[in-house]
T-cell receptor
Framework: DAGITQSPRHKVTETGTPVTLRCHQT?????MYWYRQDPGHGLRLIHY???????DKGEVSDGYSVSRSKTEDFLLTLESATSSQTSVYFC???????????FGSGTQLSVL | SQQGEEDPQALSIQEGENATMNCSYK?????LQWYRQNSGRGLVHLIL?????REKHSGRLRVTLDTSKKSSSLLITASRAADTASYFC????????????FGQGTTLQVKP
């Protein structure tokens, strides 16, 4: 999958606990994105990064934070997980703004 | 809010038939992309068409773009059982950040 690794692949957690998902790339791409996929909603952008320490919000950013301290890693944190954050989370990378994205295999997160 | 809306939401055809999926979007774009997702997997890029292009081909795929109607179509010719998947259109938002806004997708089933 184009040098993208998401971890963990599956996670079950309890409401109120913090959760961090990791996206690691070996492509040296500048742009990284976190999406969530839910039935009936397609993919929705949570946060994205356009460089080290440069991040911005997407359309569904409430309850999420991100960090990118080095080019290859983009972390998504749920500070206090809620059941509404049960979803499949996908990381994507891109080298240029007008080209295709490469997606990771996803993380299935269940918040009980 | 969704930028792209796919139609139909689900499509079932026999092997050998053609499959056509449509996508409508709301705002000006630089490019429109189509992605495929097999069940439980990440998205895979199929084809990108730029706003100044009207038609593009890739193997059995044909994509058209009508910017005056803000719509695109994906045609898969001579479909195979292996084409069974969900197909998503995605548009950039002209912000030059590489962000893609996805539609809800069309689920295609190709019966052998």
């Amino acid at each position: 999958d184009a040098g993208i690794t998401q971890s963990p692949r599956h996670k079950v957690t309890e409401t109120g606990t913090p959760v961090t998902l990791r996206c690691h790339q070996t492509e040296n791409h500048r742009y990284m994105y976190w999406y969530r996929q839910d039935p009936g909603h397609g993919l929705r952008l949570i946060h994205y990064s356009y460089g080290v320490k440069d991040t911005d919000k997407g359309e569904v950013s409430d309850g999420y934070s991100v960090s990118r301290s080095k080019t290859e890693d983009f972390l998504l944190t749920l500070e206090s997980a809620t059941s509404s954050q049960t979803s499949v989370y996908f990381c994507a990378i891109g080298g240029r703004v007008d080209e295709k994205l490469f997606f990771g295999s996803g993380t299935q997160l269940s918040v009980l | 809010s969704q930028q792209g809306e796919e139609d139909p939401q689900a499509l079932s055809i026999q092997e050998g038939e053609n499959a056509t999926m449509n996508c409508s979007y709301k705002t000006s774009i630089n490019n429109l992309q189509w992605y495929r997702q097999n069940s439980g997997r990440g998205l895979v890029h199929l084809i990108l068409i730029r706003s100044n292009e009207r038609e593009k081909h890739s193997g059995r795929l044909r994509v058209t773009l009508d910017t005056s109607k803000k719509s695109s179509s994906l045609l898969i010719t001579a479909s195979r059982a292996a084409d069974t998947a969900s197909y998503f259109c995605a548009t950039d938002d002209s912000s030059n950040t590489g962000k893609l806004i996805f539609g809800q997708g069309t689920t295609l089933q190709v019966k052998p």
